[in-house]
């Protein structure tokens, strides 16, 4: 998925140069959500290395994995530059709803099916559960291939 030599991301376009702003956002939304309904600007993301965390209620493998993530979430969080976000693959909101209200990291709303799209096309090529580490830039950190 990175390239070492220049820590790019496969899928998307260098030219564009993308941020992990622009691969957020969508025309109707520049926010994420919490698990409690509070939006959370894409903005205050800023300086934090961020995981993707493509996901579905429905996967098994999500089940098993997802409570050792938000263990690791809990001590990593607490350096306060790093964050996850839940793209789901859940059919249906009441699905998302039930499955997310375990998470306690942020989620790209259920409703913003182009952004969920856009990132499962972009980053998710290996099926789920799939965890992608970008720092702001969009850009793989540099430690996480070296």
Not at 11 to 22: T, W
Not at 44 to 65: H, I
Not at 88 to 94: K, L, P, T, Y
């Amino acid at each position: 998925m990175a390239s070492p030599s220049n820590g790019s991301v496969e899928g998307i376009n260098e030219e564009a140069k993308y941020d992990l702003s622009s691969i957020l956002r969508s025309a109707d939304m520049d926010y994420l959500i919490r698990n409690n309904g509070d939006q959370v600007k894409i903005d205050n993301l800023k300086g934090k290395t961020v995981g993707l965390y493509f996901s579905a209620s429905w996967c098994g493998p999500c089940q098993g994995f997802t409570p050792n993530l938000v263990e690791a979430y809990n001590e990593l969080k607490q350096v306060d530059k790093f964050e996850v976000i839940f793209i789901s693959a859940d059919q249906d909101d009441e699905s998302f709803n039930s499955y997310f209200s375990k998470m306690p990291w942020l989620a790209v709303p259920f409703s913003d099916t182009k952004t969920r799209e856009k990132l499962d096309k972009t980053f998710s090529d290996d099926g789920i559960p799939h965890l992608v580490f970008l720092d702001y830039s969009g850009k793989l950190p540099r430690k996480a291939y070296e």
